[in-house]
């Protein structure tokens, strides 16, 4: 077996591990992480294969972990997963004399978000930004 490395995309997949040795030579195989399972495999004798699974990533951080085989290890890399953003309400209105909306931003903390207005009418605080999920007032 040769010192390969995996990709994996941040929704999940599987794979396989081929495995090439003597036929008398013993190997397992064990994952370094509870996102990386080991679906078949798991011992053998011989040439044969791992079979593995990648679980969804539900950070937006990438990550790695090992598959060890005899102290051979397979290292797989998955993608972050995708930052994701919604705001409610989406619409609002206010009387003709003003006042404040609070706006609900849900997304995965890691997530870097601002608050703007593209009109001078609309007061925003200067503390209209996260990185998680969260509220902010404006003033209309």
């Known amino acids: 077996m ?7 995309p941040a929704a999940g997949m599987s794979g396989t591990i081929a495995i090439t040795t003597n ?5 397992t195989a064990a994952s370094s992480a509870g996102w990386l399972t080991i679906a078949s495999g798991t011992t053998g004798q011989g040439s044969g294969s791992v079979g593995y699974r990648v679980g969804a990533n539900p950070d937006p951080a990438s990550r790695q972990a090992t598959v060890d ?3 051979i290890l ?7 997963a ?3 953003f919604s705001v409610a309400p989406a619409n609002t209105a206010v009387s003709a004399a003003g006042g404040a909306v609070t706006l609900t931003i849900d997304t995965l903390t890691g997530c870097a978000w601002t608050v703007s207005s593209a009109v001078p009418w609309i007061a925003v605080p200067a503390t209209a930004s996260g990185n998680r999920a969260g509220t ?5």
């Open 136 to 140: 902010r007032a404006i003033k209309k």
């Open 74 to 80: 397979v290292t797989v890399t998955q993608d972050a």
């Open 2 to 8: 040769e010192n390969a490395a995996g990709h994996a």
């Open 82 to 84: 995708p930052c994701r």
């Open 23 to 27: 036929r008398d030579c013993t190997w």
């Open 69 to 71: 085989v005899n102290n």
